[in-house]
């Protein structure tokens, strides 16, 4: 399913007035730690939206045919038409994976350089814990 998710979130962020793409971005080392330190839950909505967005075509550009085997062109019209369609559900689950696909871009060194922004420190993993570590709030 990740190259599915891959697939739609690099739609939806292509290269534009001299910044990269997302796919000249770190999307694969971003995918695999989103799946291992995720929940379930919103990898499974990120997942469906994939679907979502892979299946929609048809309502966008008027094609029966998955959003990877429409010509270029095509596939930037269903990325723009399906982000402003009437269909709530359907604009949400697509909205989700650009949600996180501009978390991926939005933390590349090679982004934040162009746009004159300090990059991120390493991450030193603290913020993982179980809620049994997490000390309760008295009341």
């Not at 839950?41 to 094609?63: E, K, Q």
């Not at 559900?89 to 933390?107: D, E, I, N, P, S």
């Not at 746009?115 to 991450?123: K, Q, R, S």
Request: glycine fraction near 6%; aromatic fraction near 8%; hydrophobic fraction near 45%.
């Amino acid at each position: 399913m990740t190259p599915l998710i891959r697939s739609t979130m690099c739609d939806l962020l292509p290269a534009a007035a001299g910044l990269p793409g997302l796919a000249e971005t770190g999307i694969d080392a971003f995918l695999a730690r989103l799946h291992r330190e995720t929940t379930g839950l919103t990898w499974l909505g990120l997942c469906l939206g994939a679907l979502v967005y892979t299946l929609t075509p048809v309502l966008t550009v008027y094609i029966p045919l998955p959003h990877f085997a429409l010509p270029q062109r095509l596939r930037d019209q269903h990325a723009e038409r399906i982000m402003a369609t009437r269909i709530y559900l359907v604009r949400q689950a697509v909205f989700l994976l650009k949600m996180y696909a501009c978390m991926c871009w939005g933390q590349d060194d090679a982004v934040r350089r162009l746009l004159n922004v300090a990059p991120y420190p390493v991450d030193p993993g603290t913020f993982r814990a179980s809620s049994a570590d997490i000390p309760a709030i008295a009341p």
